[in-house]
Nanobody
Framework: QVQLVESGGGLVQPGGSLRLSCAAS????????MAWYRQAPEKQRWLVAF???????NYADSVKGRFTISRDNAKNTVYLQMNNLKTEDTAVYYC?????????WGQGTQVTVSS
């Protein structure tokens, strides 16, 4: 059974930081590309950051320089370090795993940026 479990969300003030984690089980984690998406209320889900199985990364323009995606294959975990958070970063953040035609999603974790 495949599981992706996100954690680390919460309430933070503008300018603050959070680190999201996504722990995977039931997959050969090192083979999978991993990604973080987010979805704000009444908006579409979109890609925030991506890391390939080899460690190459890509980011949405709006988070470049503020967010960092990383992975620890020994722990089957992908992280999203979020710095200098803005109110517009408020959303539910989802972890996704992809390998060829296989795709799995976590349940999401809420991030709220507010003073």
């Amino acid at each position: 059974q495949v599981q992706l479990v996100e954690s680390g969300g919460g309430l933070v003030q503008p300018g603050g930081s959070l680190r999201l984690s996504c722990a995977a089980s039931g997959i050969m984690f090192s083979n999978y590309a991993m990604a973080w998406y987010r979805q704000a209320p009444e908006k579409q889900r979109w890609l925030v950051a991506f890391i390939s199985s080899g460690g190459s990364t890509n980011y949405a323009d709006s988070v470049k320089g503020r967010f960092t995606i990383s992975r620890d294959n020994a722990k089957n975990t992908v992280y999203l370090q979020m710095n200098n958070l803005k109110t517009e970063d408020t959303a539910v953040y989802y972890c996704a795993a992809r390998f060829r035609s296989l795709e799995y999603w976590g349940q999401g974790t809420q991030v709220t940026v507010s003073s």
